[in-house]
Each structure stands twice: as C-alpha cells, then as structure tokens.
C-alpha cells in the first residue's frame, strides 16, 4: 500500500502570496489532518477533515483553510502569506477504525522570503 | 490549555536503556502516543496508551499514569539508528504534541 503523499515537497514564497499544498492520503482513510511544524513551536495541529467535512481546528488565524474532495485528497491553503508560515507544513491519515494511529506524509517544507 | 513538557535532549550509547519522560496538563484525552522523526523524515507512530500501565512493543516500552499526569517511553539495546526526535501527544478530538525530545545515541 502506498503511504501518504504531499505535494510539492519544496516551495518558496514571498510575502503576501497565497499558496496551496496537497495531500493524498493512505487507501482507505477518510481521516486527514493537518500539521504546522517550526523549530519554536514544534508540531501544530491544525485541523481534519472527514468524508469531505472539516471535523476539528486548532488555533491558527482564518488565513489556514483547507477543504477535503471526495476521494479523501485534501488540500490546505494558506493566503496572504507571512514571514512566520515558513515550516514543515505535514499531513496524517488515520483509517476508519484504527488503534489511534497516524500515518503521516513526508511532509511539504514552506519557505516565505 | 494543555502542554505537554519531555526533556530537549538525551544522549545514550549504544547498547544503552534510555527513558524519555513526558509531563502533560490537560483536562482530558483518550490516551498517549509516542511518535518517532528522524531528521528530515515524517513521524511515524511507536506506540499507544489507552489505559495506566506499560505497554511494550519490541524494544520499545511506554507508560501512562494517569493520576500522576505522566507518561514515558523507554527505549532498551539502544541502536544508532535510534538517533532521532521523539513525540509524546496526547489524543483528544485531535493530537497535541509534547516538545519533543533529541535522542542522540553515541558508539
């Protein structure tokens, strides 16, 4: 089975630009969460979505939206871009009925300049 | 609010038992993980505390105590490859990670 993918893994803004990242996730899970990760504030979640419905938030400001099509492919955006957003920006999917377990992509490192 | 506070760092040598321990207020969650990234690399998951106690998968072991708000990951036969960053989180309507902890293991 493949594992999480995320796409791009690189990309370079500028400030005030918006950016969309991507994320398909394990055959089968409808669970996909976002992630935001820095050196300062270490792993943040941001918010899951399921069956096409966002789920949960964490606290990030209204500029972090992301949707999730029906074939459980999710995409995060991000507008208005700040020099702050720079991180390792990370999605996991979880199957229906699993022990709790995330699976998570490789992730997409986001530099704004 | 909740945090969850581990050590920055631990250094051990191969062959070594290392424990890396994970302090957490929060109101309320289902149970514990403990995630494993190495540099550059996506977490991936070790192991899950639903109830007190120890639970142990290979050479990897972790406990929860849940009246001390407590919870560690015990790592026995330390192998190089085990060099890496480790994650507690607790599991609520989502995840929330600890700090997290450099695992440096030395020949």
């Known amino acids: 089975k493949a594992g999480v993918t995320q796409t791009p893994r690189y990309l370079i803004k500028t400030r005030g630009q918006q950016v969309t990242l991507s994320c398909s996730p394990i055959?089968?899970?409808?669970?996909v969460s976002w992630y935001q990760q820095t050196p300062g504030q270490g792993l943040q979640f941001l918010f899951e979505y399921f069956s096409e419905t966002q789920r949960n938030k964490g606290n990030f400001p209204g500029r972090f939206s992301g949707r999730q099509f029906s074939n459980s492919r999710s995409e995060m955006n991000v507008s208005t871009l700040e020099l702050g957003d720079s991180a390792l920006y990370l999605c996991a999917s979880a199957p229906p009925a699993g022990n709790n377990e995330q699976f998570f992509g490789p992730g997409t490192r986001l530099t704004v300049l | 609010g909740q945090s969850l506070e581990q050590p920055s760092e631990v250094t051990a040598v191969e062959g070594a038992i290392v424990q890396i321990n994970c302090t957490y207020q929060t109101s309320g969650f289902y149970g514990l993980s403990w995630y494993q990234q190495h540099d550059g690399g996506a977490p991936t998951f070790l192991s899950y505390?639903?109830?007190?106690g120890l639970e142990e998968t290979g050479r990897f072991s972790s406990f929860l105590s849940r009246s001390d708000s407590y919870g560690y990951l015990l790592l026995q036969e330390l192998q190089m490859k085990d060099s890496a960053s480790y994650f507690c989180?607790?599991?609520?309507?989502?995840?929330?990670f600890g700090t997290g902890t450099r695992l440096q293991v030395f020949p």
């Open positions: 505390n639903a109830l007190d």
């Open positions: 989180a607790v599991n609520t309507d989502k995840l929330i």
């Open positions: 055959s089968g899970h409808r669970s």
